[in-house]
Structure formats: C-alpha cells, structure tokens
C-alpha cells in the first residue's frame, strides 16, 4: 500500500470516528423525550415526582446548549494545543459525569447543573475536536463535504436514541435511563477518542493545489491569512456570521427540543418517532449542504436554506398542535425543519476554515459557535414563555419565520463580490491568480 492509500485510509478512519463520536454526542437532540418525561413527573406530582415550575422544564436544555457552545472556546484551545484525542476524552467523561449526577436526583437546580452544565461542557469539548482532525486530512475541495459527514452523526443520533431512550424510560424510569446513559458515554467516547489523529507535521492532501475556477468562487482553496482569534472581530464579516447563525440555529434548537410535545396531539405515544424522522431531516441536511455549498457557494446554499426554513415556519403555524392534523404532515414538517437546521452545522465551520484558516480553526470556529449556544438558550426560552403564555406554537413559530428572513437578508453580503473582484485583477492574470482574486473576495 502506497503513502497516498495509507492516508485516505487514515483521514477516512478519522472521519468515521469523528462521526461516531457525533453519533453518541447528539444524545442533546433527545431532550424532547426527556423533556416530556419530567413533564409528566411534574403534572402527575405525589413522592419523588419532579416539583419544577412548567415554563421552566426547557432550562437544562438551553443552558445545555449555551455552555455546550462557550465551551467551545476552550475546548478548541485545547483542541489546537494538545490534540483532538485529550479533548474529546474529556469531552466524553464530563457528559458522563453529568448524566450521572442526574440519575440521582430530581431536584431542577441538580438538572440544570448536570445536564445544563457538564454534559453542555462535554459535548462542547467532543464536538470541538471531532471535525478539525478530519478536515486537515482532505483537501479544500472537499471542506464540505467532509465537515458534513462528520458533524451529520450529532444530527443523526436520535435516529437510535430517541426509540431507545423510549423503551429505557417504559423499562427503567428516567433516573435508570441516564445512569446507563452515562457509563455508556464515558465508554464509548473515550474509545472512539484513540482512533482521532490529527496528520502528521508537514502533510499536504492529495488534490490541494488543484482547483478550478469555477470551484473557487465556492470553497477557497487557501484563505489569504491564518488568522488568530483576536483578529476575527476586526472582520465584519465574522458578525454577520454570527447574528446568521444566532438566528439559524435558535430557531432550528426551538423545534428541535419541543418536536415530540408538538407531535403528541396527533401522534400519541409514537411522538418519538417525529423526533428520530427529524434526526435523518437534520443529518440528511449537513451533508447535503456540505457537497452543495462546495458547488454553488457557502453564501449561496446559506440564504436558500434559510428562506426555506422561514417558509417551513410559516407553513407549520396553523397545523401544529392541532389533533386533526395528519401525522404524516407533522413528519414531513419535522424533517424538512431538521434539514435546514442541519445546514447551519455543515456549513459554518466550512466558512470559518475558507476564511479563517485551518492554524486556529479549533478556538476561531469555538468563538463563532457562541452563537449557536445564545440562539438556542434565547430562542429556545423565548419559544417556551410564549408557548406558555398562548397555550400554543403559533407565536414561536412566527417569530422564527421572520427572524429567519432576516437572516437570509443579511447573509447576501457574504457573496462573493465577483464584479470588483475582476474590476482589480490584472488584464492578462494567469488562472490561478484569477482564483486567488476570488478567494480574497470570499
């Protein structure tokens, strides 16, 4: 076996082990089915029942996705210095830590400190680590496509998860459940940790240098500078990243952790499915973006999807939580809302490797993710306090539809800006000095 089969060999191992520790990380998108079992503690009441106030149930999971994304921070920082395998291990035994410490009590300030806090912080440090190795082994013409694959098994997890967590609860309770839910983590995670490498010192992808001009326009083969993340907020474009993602992401987090209790009027006990079919909508949606926006562009794939996620919004409004509304329909609308919200999660950390550089891609793409954490701790909260207040979706819903389309209105200046692209590049510029033009633009 060749140099160049024994890496494609190795790259391709590291993705399917990014991609499997995704797979056990993604247990956050579950939430909805826990959620629905303290939901039940607290209005059945009587000994050892959850006494949780209902507008706040939500809490473990947004402050769950607000420390999992300022975690980030720190664990890219960990990531760049020590290397994907010590972070993900830690990553894998605070989830664990966390899903145990639940287990043993029922108290909200327990749950928020043990779900919210250290399994937040350990997914953040896993997750940081997962997508960094794998990227540096492929070239750029393929960024996203594989940032797509790996990040595809946090969305795909609850395809197994939510049917098993389902039967766990019916068979063990809750407590039980998150008790062998933890000790599965640690095991799991920290074995499939082994197997992530970052490339040797000096190892250049096979295929980097070469890329076409057409390509560039969509994924820059080489950013102009590796920049460091004191940089990043002198760039206006890293804000405009970030209310996009903020927007995104929030409302893709609302559904997502309200999806079975949306699903219920019509689905009953087989609400859960709504949650697994959403999980292959969410996964589905990162790989697709990833090879779509490798095509058309990061800017391009980013305002469809967000134009047709505010649609799906709107087209929600008057079918969820009514009981006469076909199961079917509830399904697709959960899928399709998944796939767009899967997008978000291929598509930025391609924009931050494009135009940040792959030097500090660990700490640079942690500071941009903060805002996935504040859009769902935000949104997610939002939603519930109006949910709440209306006895019903509708409002939630509306309000995402229209942040939404703000969203795609301010990622058109993410383009590239071709005309003054061409209108500063020398008469008679080879190719590649043409592509170079692009990418600065990108």
């Given at each position: 076996?060749?140099?160049?089969?024994?890496?494609?060999?190795?790259?391709?191992?590291?993705?399917?082990?990014?991609?499997?520790?995704?797979?056990?990380?993604?247990?956050?998108?579950?939430?909805?089915?826990?959620?629905?079992?303290?939901?039940?503690?607290?209005?059945?009441?009587?000994?050892?029942?959850?006494?949780?106030?209902?507008?706040?149930?939500?809490?473990?999971?947004?402050?769950?996705?607000?420390?999992?994304?300022?975690?980030?921070?720190?664990?890219?920082?960990?990531?760049?210095?020590?290397?994907p395998r010590l972070t993900i291990m830690i990553g894998g035994l605070l989830v664990a830590s966390g899903f145990v410490l639940v287990s043993q009590s029922t108290a909200y300030w327990a749950w928020v400190l043990g779900f919210g806090v250290m399994a937040g912080a350990g997914i953040g440090?896993?997750?940081?680590?997962?997508?960094?190795?794998?990227l540096k082994w492929f070239p750029p013409a393929k960024t996203g496509l594989i940032a797509g694959i790996v990040v595809s098994g946090f969305g795909l997890a609850s395809v197994y998860i939510a049917p098993l967590a389902q039967y766990m609860l019916g068979a063990y309770g809750l407590q039980?459940?998150?008790?062998?839910?933890?000790?599965?983590?640690?095991?799991?995670?920290?074995?499939?940790?082994?197997?992530?490498?970052?490339?040797?010192?000096?190892?250049?992808?096979?295929?980097?240098?070469?890329?076409?001009?057409?390509?560039?326009?969509?994924?820059?083969?080489?950013?102009?500078?590796?920049?460091?993340?004191?940089?990043?907020?002198?760039?206006?474009?890293?804000?405009?990243?970030?209310?996009?993602?903020?927007?995104?992401?929030?409302?893709?987090?609302?559904?997502?952790?309200?999806?079975?209790?949306?699903?219920?009027?019509?689905?009953?006990?087989?609400?859960?499915?709504?949650?697994?079919?959403?999980?292959?909508?969410?996964?589905?949606?990162?790989?697709?973006?990833?090879?779509?926006?490798?095509?058309?562009?990061?800017?391009?794939?980013?305002?469809?999807?967000?134009?047709?996620?505010?649609?799906?919004?709107?087209?929600?409004?008057?079918?969820?939580?009514?009981?006469?509304?076909?199961?079917?329909?509830?399904?697709?609308?959960?899928?399709?809302?998944?796939?767009?919200?899967?997008?978000?999660?291929?598509?930025?950390?391609?924009?931050?490797?494009?135009?940040?550089?792959?030097?500090?891609?660990?700490?640079?793409?942690?500071?941009?993710?903060?805002?996935?954490?504040?859009?769902?701790?935000?949104?997610?909260?939002?939603?519930?306090?109006?949910?709440?207040?209306?006895?019903?979706?509708?409002?939630?819903?509306?309000?995402?539809?229209?942040?939404?389309?703000?969203?795609?209105?301010?990622?058109?200046?993410?383009?590239?800006?071709?005309?003054?692209?061409?209108?500063?590049?020398?008469?008679?510029?080879?190719?590649?000095?043409?592509?170079?033009?692009?990418?600065?633009?990108?």
């Amino acid at each position: 076996m060749n140099a160049t089969q024994t890496s494609n060999r190795k790259g391709w191992t590291v993705v399917l082990a990014g991609t499997g520790i995704n797979l056990a990380l993604g247990i956050l998108y579950t939430w909805s089915i826990f959620r629905g079992a303290i939901a039940d503690s607290v209005a059945q009441g009587g000994a050892g029942a959850f006494n949780w106030n209902p507008a706040a149930i939500n809490d473990p999971y947004a402050v769950c996705c607000l420390v999992f994304a300022f975690s980030m921070i720190l664990a890219g920082k960990c990531q760049d210095k020590f290397g994907p395998r010590l972070t993900i291990m830690i990553g894998g035994l605070l989830v664990a830590s966390g899903f145990v410490l639940v287990s043993q009590s029922t108290a909200y300030w327990a749950w928020v400190l043990g779900f919210g806090v250290m399994a937040g912080a350990g997914i953040g440090f896993g997750y940081s680590a997962a997508t960094p190795p794998a990227l540096k082994w492929f070239p750029p013409a393929k960024t996203g496509l594989i940032a797509g694959i790996v990040v595809s098994g946090f969305g795909l997890a609850s395809v197994y998860i939510a049917p098993l967590a389902q039967y766990m609860l019916g068979a063990y309770g809750l407590q039980q459940s998150m008790l062998i839910f933890g000790v599965a983590f640690a095991v799991l995670v920290s074995g499939l940790a082994l197997l992530v490498t970052n490339p040797p010192k000096g190892y250049v992808p096979v295929g980097a240098p070469a890329q076409t001009a057409a390509a560039s326009t969509a994924a820059p083969a080489k950013p102009s500078v590796d920049m460091t993340p004191s940089q990043l907020f002198k760039s206006g474009q890293f804000y405009t990243l970030w209310m996009v993602f903020f927007i995104g992401a929030g409302a893709g987090l609302m559904v997502i952790g309200s999806v079975a209790g949306m699903a219920k009027a019509s689905m009953g006990t087989l609400a859960f499915l709504a949650v697994a079919i959403l999980a292959i909508g969410n996964a589905a949606g990162r790989i697709v973006a990833g090879i779509v926006s490798d095509k058309i562009g990061r800017a391009n794939t980013l305002i469809i999807m967000l134009v047709l996620q505010a649609s799906l919004m709107f087209a929600a409004i008057p079918v969820i939580g009514n009981q006469g509304t076909s199961a079917v329909v509830i399904v697709l609308l959960a899928t399709f809302i998944g796939f767009n919200y899967g997008t978000n999660l291929a598509l930025f950390p391609s924009f931050a490797k494009d135009l940040w550089g792959l030097k500090n891609f660990g700490m640079n793409y942690g500071i941009l993710f903060t805002s996935w954490g504040v859009g769902g701790f935000v949104l997610v909260r939002l939603s519930e306090m109006l949910r709440a207040q209306t006895g019903s979706f509708a409002m939630p819903f509306a309000v995402a539809g229209v942040l939404l389309l703000v969203g795609a209105m301010l990622s058109l200046s993410l383009r590239p800006k071709k005309v003054e692209a061409l209108a500063t590049a020398p008469a008679a510029a080879p190719v590649e000095e043409e592509e170079l033009v692009f990418q600065k633009a990108d």
